[in-house]
């Protein structure tokens, strides 16, 4: 399923943004959907990931309480609202979906967008 990132840009520390990923074709509600991020040098690394129904989402610690994923299978579209940002958030944010388990590795997932970029500046 083809995915396509937008809402990154640059931000201030304590700042907030929100990314959206918009997902290509029929069948959408059928895919666990997940965030990942990579900052310069480092492995992508995941940040949160939401059931095909929504429900409660899974976050890494590093993003619990100021992160938040959400979805509107009716317009096909993933939700990263981000707040308190730090410049340590600083990454490309790539959107990815699986058919398979929920989960936070990112081997689950088989479908990847092309990324947007999160700067946040001190």
């Known amino acids: 399923v083809p995915l396509v990132e937008s809402g990154g840009g640059l931000v201030q520390a304590g700042g907030s943004l929100r990314l959206s990923c918009a997902a290509s074709?029929?069948?959408?509600?059928?895919?666990?959907m997940g965030w990942f991020r990579q900052a310069p040098g480092k492995e992508r690394e995941f940040v949160t990931a939401i059931l095909r129904s929504g429900g409660t989402p899974y976050y890494a610690d590093s993003v619990k309480g100021r992160f938040t994923i959400s979805r509107d299978n009716a317009k096909n579209t993933v939700f990263l609202q981000m707040n308190s940002l730090k410049p340590e958030d600083t990454a490309v944010y790539y959107c990815?979906?699986?058919?398979?388990?929920?989960?936070?590795?990112?081997?689950?997932?088989?479908?990847w967008g092309q990324g947007t970029q999160v700067t946040v500046s001190s």
């Open positions: 990815a979906a699986t058919l398979r388990s929920f989960g936070s590795s990112r081997s689950m997932y088989d479908y």
């Open positions: 074709g029929r069948q959408f509600s059928s895919y666990v």
